[in-house]
């Protein structure tokens, strides 16, 4: 892959008071970011995100939890999306039909793999006792934990149709009107496993021990019981959701605490969140346009024609002055996303939070998880699908050669994505590419109790 040198207008420097590396601009109004120790120059283009720039948290202490923020106004917007998303044909007529059929697939792919790596497992039983449990649910089924479900959409297709057997399945969510969407969703579509649905909040609430408004495919019915599953489940999905939970220390806890209690050993985690690296770079690159040396204002980035990243007052600050590699520097940092569709509403129009890599990193470790891969969704789809990159043809990056890899054009077909091609040949136009690459996938194995 071509390798591209840092933005011309910004100079790598070392404060010889702290020996901090940051990047001065050639704008003196413009302030100086801070880079965290070992991160490295330069950043891959058309494939790994930016590794030119990462957030960083020293030390492991997190006795102090800062202010309390909520995510009602996510929630509320979600909640609202709900009822005005339409049917599939006025979905086919968004300008970015084609990107969410790409996201359905990296999401359907990551399922898959999950149940690849069980039937990896299962052949390989005989080699040890670890080997021997997984052996056991990859014949038996797994049980499955959706977090933050919304309206349930991922039951009645990915995971109905899912390779590998599904016992169980329980969906959890903070809107009761996005759950009794999936009711119905799941009513008419009769998935071939039993269904809970539990109203919680996955930033606040205990399943455990908490008592919780609940309903099951069984009962047909709503009543308040704790989740009785306790280290039961074999896989957890939080699609598009789990950075919310990065608005403070006390909530990103309060998630993984719940991923902890309800995971087996050996059961994975996969996820799907903004590319942190990919945010500051666009970050840094509309930096030069807010024009106060003294700070006070926002940073709004264009990403394409359709998404707008707003950086709030306080989160522009801390990254400029370093103080996001503090203690408590790594939680709260704050953008509004807003996307447009091409209709009267946004598709996305809400407060969302970065998640620095090492943050995620040792936060998973403190609760018995390791994270196995964190692959933008541009990378994800070069590299798990055959895709190869057209030097100096950008519509290649979107389409590539379907070559080598049978299953996932399969998955390709089925899930849409190659009856609806751009113009050009490509799966998603430039625009949805652009978009595209702000998310990245995340796998995690937890790995002791």
């Not at 070392?14 to 003196?28: I, L, P």
């Not at 330069?42 to 202490?61: A, E, F, I, M, Q």
């Not at 969703?185 to 021990?209: E, S, Y």
Request: with cysteine.
């Amino acid at each position: 892959m071509q390798r591209q040198h840092f933005p011309r207008e910004w100079t790598k420097r070392v404060s010889r008071s702290t020996g901090a590396t940051y990047y001065q601009h050639s704008n003196n109004n413009v302030p100086s970011v801070y880079a965290a120790p070992g991160a490295a120059e330069g950043w891959v283009v058309g494939g790994s995100p930016p590794k030119y720039y990462h957030l960083s948290r020293p030390d492991d202490k997190y006795d102090h939890a800062p202010p309390h923020v909520t995510t009602t106004a996510s929630v509320d917007f979600y909640a609202s999306a709900a009822q005005r998303d339409g049917t599939r044909p006025t979905r086919e007529k968004s300008t970015l039909h084609r990107m969410r059929k790409l996201h359905n697939w990296i999401k359907a792919s990551l399922m898959e793999r999950c149940a690849a790596e069980e039937d990896a497992c299962a052949h390989s039983a005989h080699s040890g006792r670890a080997h021997s449990a997984h052996s056991g649910r990859a014949h038996s089924g797994m049980c499955v934990l959706d977090i933050a479900c919304g309206r349930a959409s991922d039951v009645c297709g990915k995971w109905a149709r899912h390779p590998q057997r599904i016992t169980d399945y329980v969906g959890v969510d903070a809107s009761r009107e996005s759950l009794e969407d999936g009711i119905v969703r799941v009513q008419r579509g009769r998935p071939p496993f039993p269904t809970t649905f539990i109203c919680a909040d996955m930033c606040c609430d205990d399943l455990l021990k908490d008592t919780l408004p609940t309903w099951t495919s069984r009962s047909g019915a709503w009543h308040s019981q704790c989740l009785r599953k306790n280290g039961g489940f074999d896989v957890a999905s939080i699609q598009f959701a789990a950075h919310y939970a990065f608005g403070n220390e006390t909530h990103a806890h309060r998630l993984f605490r719940t991923l902890q209690d309800c995971l087996k050993v050996g059961a994975h985690v996969i996820a799907t969140i903004p590319d942190a690296n990919v945010l500051l770079y666009h970050f840094m690159r509309a930096l030069p346009r807010r024009t106060s040396k003294s700070g006070g204002g926002v940073v709004s980035a264009q990403v394409g024609a359709s998404c707008v990243l707003t950086f709030d007052a306080d989160t522009c600050d801390r990254l400029i002055e370093g103080r996001a590699n503090g203690p408590d520097g790594a939680y709260g940092l704050k953008y509004h996303f807003c996307l447009s569709d091409g209709s009267s509403k946004q598709a996305v129009d809400a407060p969302e939070f970065i998640v620095p890599h090492a943050t995620l990193v040792s936060l998973a470790k403190k609760h018995s998880f390791r994270v196995d891969s964190a692959v933008n969704f541009q990378e994800y789809v070069q590299q798990h699908h055959a895709y190869e990159s057209r030097s100096g043809n950008r519509s290649g990056n979107r389409s590539g050669n379907r070559s080598g890899n049978r299953s996932g054009n399969c998955l390709l077909r089925t899930m849409g994505c190659l009856s609806d091609v751009c113009t050009d040949g490509a799966l998603v136009s430039a625009d949805e590419w652009d978009i595209v690459r702000l998310y990245t996938a995340i796998r995690m194995t937890k790995i002791k109790t």
